[in-house]
C-alpha cells in the first residue's frame, strides 16, 4: 500500500467537467426511452419505428469508438471533447425541431457518435491530466456522477413530459451542455496535436460495420429471429477481419497488439466478463421480480431501485482504494462479493421475506461499484500517454461487446428454461449469470497478478 498524492484542484475542476460530459451522453440515452411513446403519437409512427429512436443512438456511439484515437491525435484529446459537446448539443436542438420520425432517428445517430466521442475522449483527457497515480480517484467521481444518469433520467423525464411535449427531453440538454462548454473552455487542457498516422480505412470500414451489427444483433438475440441470426454472423465476421487485418497492417485504426500486454489483456478479459455479468443483470433482475417473485412492472422498478445508491457509493470508494492497492486486487474483491450475492437470488420464491432479497441486491451493488470501475482504471494506468486514447477505445468497445452478449445469453436461457416453469427458467439464467460472474472473479484474479509481476508500472 501507498499514500496517493494529491490531486490538485484545477485537475478535479477539469475531471468534474468530463464528468458532466459523460453524464448529459448517459442521461440522454435513458432519458429518451420514457419519452418513446409520445414520440410516436405525435409523429405517427408504429412503435416498431420509433423504438429506433433508441437504437440509433447506441448504434451511432458504439461505430463512433474506434475513430477516436485517431481524432485524438490529430486534434487533441481536449479539442476533440470540446468538438464533441458541440456536436452533441447542435444534434439535440436538431432532433428537438425534428419534423418527422426519419430525420429524428437520422439525427439521434449522429448524436450517439457524439457521446461516444465524448465517452473516449473525456477519460483520455482525465488520465493524461492526473496521471496513473492518481487515475483511480477521478475515474471514481466519474463512474459516481456519470452511473447518476440513469437513475434520474426517467424520473426527469417523466416529470418533464408531464407538463411539456417531448422535445422538452432534447431541449434539456442545451443549458447543462453549455455550462460544461464554457467549464471547459477555462479549465480543460486542449491537449497536444500530434502527427496522426495514416488513416487505416479498410479497417474502419470493417469495425464500423462489424462492431455496431454485432452489438445491435446480440441485443435483438433476446428475442431471435433469423435477420438477428445473420447480423450477428454478418457482424463476428466483420469483426474477426478486422482483427486480423489489424494484426497485419502497422497502423491499425485500433491498435489491438495493446491487448497482449499482461495487465492491459488481463483487464480487458475482465472487463468483457464485467460487462457480461452487469448488463446481464439489468435485463435478468427484472424480469425474475416479475415472473418468479410475482411483482408488477413497476414494483419490480422500485425494488431493484436501492442496487443503484449501493452501487455508487462502493464505486467512489473504489477510485481511492485503486489509487493505494491498485486495480486488480480492488476488482478481485467486488468480482467475489458480486457471484456470492448471485447463487441464492434463484433459490428464493414467492415467499421469500424481501428483507432479504434487498440485502443481497444491496450486496450484490456494493460489488459491482468494487469490480467494474477499477479495471478499466488498472487499464488506463498500464500504458504510455500516447496509447492512452487507444487503450480507452478498448475498453469501452470490449465493454459494450461484453454487455451485448451477457444480456444475450440470459434472456435466451431464460426464454428457454421459461417453457420448464419461472422456476427452472430463473435457475438456468441464474446459472449463466452466475458463471459469467466467476469467470469475471478469476480474470480480476489475473489482473491483480499481472499488475504485481516484476517489471509492471501499474500498481500504486
Excluded: K
Aim: aromatic share 6%; hydrophobic share 55%.
Amino acid at each position: 500500500m501507498t499514500t496517493a498524492p494529491p490531486i490538485p484542484r484545477t485537475v478535479w475542476i477539469a475531471s468534474g467537467v468530463m464528468a458532466l460530459g459523460g453524464f448529459l451522453g448517459n442521461m440522454d440515452a435513458s432519458i429518451v426511452a420514457v419519452g418513446l411513446e409520445p414520440m410516436r403519437d405525435s409523429l405517427d409512427v408504429t412503435l416498431v419505428a420509433v423504438q429506433w429512436v433508441a437504437t440509433a443512438y447506441l448504434l451511432g456511439l458504439s461505430a463512433a469508438l474506434p475513430l477516436t484515437p485517431w481524432l485524438g491525435r490529430r486534434f487533441g484529446a481536449g479539442r476533440l471533447w470540446l468538438g464533441a459537446l458541440a456536436a452533441f448539443l447542435v444534434t439535440s436542438v436538431a432532433c428537438a425541431l425534428a419534423p418527422d420520425a426519419g430525420t429524428l432517428i437520422g439525427v439521434r445517430a449522429v448524436q450517439g457518435m457524439a457521446a461516444g466521442v465524448m465517452v473516449t475522449a473525456g477519460q483520455t483527457v482525465i488520465g493524461l491530466a492526473v496521471g496513473p497515480e492518481r487515475l483511480g480517484r477521478t475515474m471514481g467521481t466519474l463512474a459516481l456522477v456519470v452511473g447518476l444518469a440513469p437513475v434520474i433520467g426517467p424520473s426527469v423525464g417523466g416529470f418533464l413530459l408531464a407538463h411539456f411535449a417531448w422535445p422538452v427531453l432534447f431541449w434539456l440538454n442545451v443549458p447543462i451542455g453549455l455550462l460544461a462548454f464554457g467549464l471547459a473552455l477555462r479549465y480543460v487542457p486542449l491537449g497536444d496535436r500530434q502527427p496522426p498516422p495514416p488513416m487505416d480505412w479498410r479497417g474502419l470500414a470493417m469495425v464500423s460495420l462489424g462492431l455496431p451489427l454485432l452489438v445491435y444483433a446480440l441485443t435483438g438475440l433476446a428475442t431471435p429471429g433469423s435477420l438477428d441470426v445473420v447480423l450477428a454472423g454478418i457482424g463476428a465476421a466483420a469483426m474477426g477481419l478486422f482483427t486480423w487485418w489489424s494484426l497485419r497492417v502497422p497502423h491499425p485504426v485500433l491498435q489491438l497488439r495493446l491487448a497482449a500486454r499482461p495487465v492491459l489483456g488481463a483487464a480487458l478479459v475482465s472487463v468483457l466478463l464485467g460487462g457480461a455479468g452487469m448488463f446481464g443483470a439489468v435485463l435478468l433482475l427484472p424480469l425474475w421480480f416479475q415472473l418468479r417473485l410475482g411483482a408488477g412492472t413497476a414494483e419490480a422498478g422500485v425494488l431493484l431501485a436501492p442496487m443503484g445508491p449501493a452501487t455508487a457509493v462502493f464505486v467512489f470508494a473504489a477510485g481511492r482504494l485503486t489509487d493505494r492497492h491498485g486495480g486488480g486486487a480492488v476488482s478481485l474483491t467486488g468480482s467475489l462479493v458480486v457471484p456470492a450475492s448471485t447463487v441464492p437470488l434463484p433459490w428464493l420464491g414467492p415467499d421469500a421475506p424481501m428483507w432479504l432479497v434487498q440485502t443481497l441486491l444491496l450486496v450484490r451493488g456494493a460489488g459491482l461499484g468494487l469490480s467494474i470501475m477499477p479495471t478499466s482504471t488498472a487499464a488506463y494506468a498500464s500504458v504510455d500517454a500516447v496509447e492512452l486514447g487507444d487503450a480507452t477505445a478498448l475498453v469501452n468497445t470490449v465493454l459494450r461487446v461484453g454487455g451485448a452478449l451477457g444480456g444475450a445469453l440470459c434472456v435466451i436461457v431464460l426464454s428457454q428454461g421459461l417453457t420448464a416453469g419461472p422456476a427452472t427458467g430463473s435457475g438456468w439464467a441464474f446459472g449463466v449469470l452466475t458463471a459469467l460472474c466467476a469467470l469475471g472473479a478469476g480474470a480480476a484474479a489475473w489482473l491483480r497478478r499481472a499488475e504485481r509481476a516484476p517489471g509492471s508500472a501499474s500498481v500504486p
